[in-house]
């Protein structure tokens, strides 16, 4: 590849390409044939070494909700324009954006055989999609959380996106920058085999040493158990479930599988969920029982019950719901701060968490 040869396509979301906000995240893929947003800026860091040829802009919604189309659309149209790299965002922590920027690259890269780089927040969703493919010629780089981190992240994309223009082979994650997909690959010539590198690494962690692991694993932060409610019969209980169980019709357009997003929908005045009309998405079980009873997935009936008996003081008005369906631990963690936030302004005193 040599310099202004090297064409670029860049992948944007509607927010990042001008065509609004929320209420334009249903938008279908358009194509534009010029830089859009933040590529304008990628576009004068990279100078004369790769040229951006055209942008892909689509709504996060649309492209989510409509993976199976969006796909093939997207590589359809990038091959048509013969690109040599693709890029996609940055998406900072959006998680449907980033979502679609990994799913993207990694199939532009496996149909097309280009390399592809994006960049987003660690905890985005999309970064553990990008681990679990293991795609050798996708590359996410880490951003800061929010879009004030802009000109930082187009400099660091611009900069590989650089490497990759000059034919140089892209280096480990420790060296680019780019966040470890968990790829091992064989290397000979070592002066120790794998068995003395493990001893030496245990002996330097047995001594309080510093060592690398050749195999880095991701640890989970622990959560402690919050304290035990001390009197239920004056404590306001909301119900918080994972079953996919929503209003008739999804009017919020939940997924099957990998969700990002939750919804609320009020119960007030019910005895059983039986006494209105529900469906049910989620692709994680068999449905057809919590069709037939929701109350199975939010369990209107039994809390009813225990109020009415004072052993509860109430029930709160409202359930939040999302699919946990393939949840990456991001996106949960991300719904439950939400969830829990609004809760804890409303003076809910405990939640009944039901899972499927």
Not at 75 to 104: D, H, M
Request: glycine share 10%.
């Amino acid at each position: 590849m040599e310099s202004m040869n090297v064409r670029v396509v860049h992948f944007l979301n509607q927010y990042f390409g001008g065509l609004g906000g929320e209420e334009k995240a249903g938008s279908a893929i358009e194509l534009r044939e010029e830089t859009v947003g933040p590529g304008r800026a990628l576009q004068a860091i990279l100078g004369h070494k790769a040229k951006l040829i055209a942008t892909l802009v689509s709504g996060d919604n649309y492209f989510n909700e409509n993976i199976d189309a969006a796909i093939p659309r997207v590589v359809n149209i990038v091959k048509g324009l013969s690109p040599s790299i693709f890029v996609a965002g940055p998406a900072f922590n959006a998680g449907r954006y980033g979502t679609a920027c990994v799913e993207a690259c990694n199939a532009v890269s496996e149909e097309l055989g280009i390399p592809s780089v994006a960049a987003m927040h660690v905890e985005n969703p999309g970064v553990d999609i990008y681990r679990r493919y293991k795609n050798e010629k996708v590359f996410v780089f880490p951003t800061a959380e929010t879009v004030a981190g802009m000109q930082e992240s187009l400099r660091t994309i611009a900069a590989f996106v650089s490497k990759l223009a000059s034919c140089a082979p892209p280096g480990s994650a420790a060296l680019e920058g780019y966040i470890p997909r968990g790829i091992r690959r064989l290397k000979a010539g070592l002066e120790q085999t794998g068995a003395e590198r493990g001893v030496a690494m245990l002996l330097a962690k047995l001594k309080g040493e510093p060592f690398t692991s050749e195999i880095p694993v991701q640890t989970l932060e622990t959560v402690p158990p919050p304290a035990p409610i001390k009197d239920l019969a004056t404590a306001t209980i909301a119900i918080v479930t994972t079953s996919g169980v929503v209003a008739e019709g999804n009017p919020d357009g939940l997924k099957l599988g990998r969700e990002t997003r939750w919804a609320k929908y009020p119960i007030q005045g019910l005895h059983s969920m039986t006494e209105s009309r529900w469906t049910v998405v989620h692709r994680g079980y068999h449905t057809a029982y919590m069709h037939s009873n929701p109350n199975y997935g939010v369990p209107v009936d039994a809390l009813t019950n225990l109020s009415n008996a004072g052993s509860l003081r109430r029930v709160y008005p409202w359930y939040y719901v999302t699919v946990g369906a393939g949840g990456e631990f991001a996106a949960m963690k991300q719904i439950g701060g939400e969830i829990a936030r609004e809760l804890a302004s409303a003076g809910v005193d405990g939640v009944l968490l039901v899972a499927t």
